[in-house]
Structures are given as structure tokens and as C-alpha cells.
């Protein structure tokens, strides 16, 4: 049985193009234009991802349920919002969405969300793990639960690990595309992803560079230099 990939839209030229589209690529889909219908749908053991329309009524509602499933099973989710539509493409992210895009968007982007987002089910860097598709982290063994932001931009620095980047990349790669996001939220997210991170007294894995941004990495920068110092 192919893998299914449900399309949550009334949106008739979205729904078969995107329908044509997955097809041809070897999947096969559902296409539901009910909020029920859609969390129905998505219960089915051989759906993969599921591509949702915020314009459908209560769609917030039905991504919310549908992560509920998530626990064992790897459902990607991708939501799609009309432009200036920021708070709810924030709320798709809230209730469990991988990638939120805004109006208009190509459909291959939608696609090659679709199809790769969770391709890569586990990242790991020193002790810290995640699970991309189940939306799980443990740092040394022990659950650690993340709000729909700090889970992003942790996803984010593992994928580049000892690599620094500055609070707009940030911005682009974590928050959904066309929301206005101010600088100095980022500083108070990263904070919050350090304060979950500190489990049962772990050093802080997110290194800080004054004046360019943030990363993950072994080591501080502010720590390092002092080792460095400190060498005979």
C-alpha cells in the first residue's frame, strides 16, 4: 500500500494540483474539506503527512488533534494561511504544524515539505537527542518538553551544529515565512530553551556570541577562551 498524504482543503486548484502532483510521485492521497473529515482521515495507519488549509473552518482545531496521534506515529504536518494571516500561522505552529507557509507559495514548496521534512527522524549532539517525527527531546536520557518555537530552533542547531547564526536567520528558519518576529524575541526564546536544556544541573549546550547570534555547541564561546587562557 503506498503511503498516503491528505490534502485538508476546499481550495479546488490547490487540492488537484497537489493531487497530481504526489501522485506522480508515488504517493497517494485523500482529499478532505471538513475539519472532521481531515482528522479522520489523517487516523488512517498508512498516512505519512498531512497538508492543511487554514481557510478551512477549525483547521487550528484539527491540527491540534491530529498531533495528539503523533506519539507513534510520524504524521508530518504543513499549514498553509492566507497573507497578514501572522496569528494564525503562530497557532498552527502552537498546536503542533512543522512548517507554516503563507499565501502564495509554488506548490513544489509545499510538496518538498510534504516529502522530506521528517526525513531525518533522529539528530544528536553530545547528549541532547530528538526525535523529529514524534517531536521528542532528551538531554542525558531524561524528556525534556519544549514549547512549538524553542523545539524549532533547537531542530534548527542540531541540524548545524558549532555553527553561529544570527537572530534574523534565525527568524527565517524557525518562525513561519512573513512574520514580522522583532530581534529581541529571539533572545527571550533561546532563554527559554536554556532554562528547559538545564536538566538535573547539564551544562548550557547554546553558545552565545555577542553582537552575531546564537548556536549549539560543547563548549561556551566565553568558556573556550578561558581554557584557552588559562594553557600553559
Same mark, same amino acid.
Given at each position: ?10 481550495? !479546488? %486548484? ?13 504517493? /497517494? ?7 472532521? %473529515?481531515?482528522?479522520?482521515?489523517? =487516523?488512517?495507519?498508512?498516512?505519512? /503527512? ?7 473552518? %477549525? +483547521? ?28 494564525? !500561522? ?22 518538498? /515539505? ?8 533522529? *539528530?544528536?549532539? #553530545? %547528549? ?16 525534556? &518538553? *519544549?514549547? =512549538?518555537?524553542?523545539?524549532?530552533? *533547537? =531542530? &534548527? ?22 512574520? &514580522? ?19 538535573? #544541573? ?8 555577542? !553582537?552575531? !547570534?546564537? #548556536? ?13 587562557? +588559562?594553557?600553559?
Amino acid at each position: 500500500m503506498r503511503p498516503t498524504i491528505v490534502i485538508g482543503s476546499g481550495d !479546488g %486548484d490547490l487540492c488537484f494540483i497537489a493531487r497530481h502532483l504526489l501522485e506522480h510521485s508515488g504517493f /497517494a492521497t485523500s482529499l478532505q474539506s471538513e475539519a472532521n %473529515d481531515i482528522v479522520i482521515a489523517a =487516523r488512517q495507519d498508512n498516512v505519512c /503527512a498531512l497538508l492543511i488549509d487554514g481557510r478551512v473552518r %477549525d +483547521a487550528v482545531s484539527a491540527c491540534a488533534q491530529i498531533c495528539d496521534l503523533r506519539a507513534g506515529s510520524a504524521i508530518i504536518i504543513v499549514a498553509l494561511v492566507d497573507p497578514g494571516a501572522h496569528g494564525q !500561522g503562530l497557532a498552527f505552529l502552537n498546536a503542533g504544524a512543522d512548517e507554516v507557509f503563507t499565501r502564495p507559495v509554488p506548490p513544489s514548496h509545499l510538496l518538498r /515539505a510534504l516529502m522530506t521534512q521528517g526525513t531525518t527522524q533522529r *539528530l544528536r549532539f #553530545g %547528549d541532547i537527542e530528538m526525535d523529529v517525527a514524534a517531536r521528542r527531546v532528551w538531554r542525558a536520557d531524561c524528556p525534556v &518538553y *519544549l514549547p =512549538r518555537i524553542e523545539f524549532a530552533i *533547537l =531542530r &534548527y542547531f542540531l541540524l548545524q551544529p558549532d555553527r553561529i547564526s544570527d537572530r534574523r536567520e534565525i527568524i527565517r528558519q524557525c518562525w513561519p515565512s512573513g512574520t &514580522y518576529v522583532d530581534c529581541k524575541t529571539v533572545n527571550v526564546h533561546i532563554g527559554r530553551l536554556r532554562r528547559c536544556l538545564r536538566v538535573e #544541573g547539564a551544562p548550557d549546550p547554546i553558545r552565545t556570541v555577542r !553582537g552575531i !547570534g546564537y #548556536g549549539i555547541g560543547s563548549v561556551s564561546l566565553p568558556e573556550r577562551r578561558a581554557r584557552w587562557r +588559562a594553557k600553559p
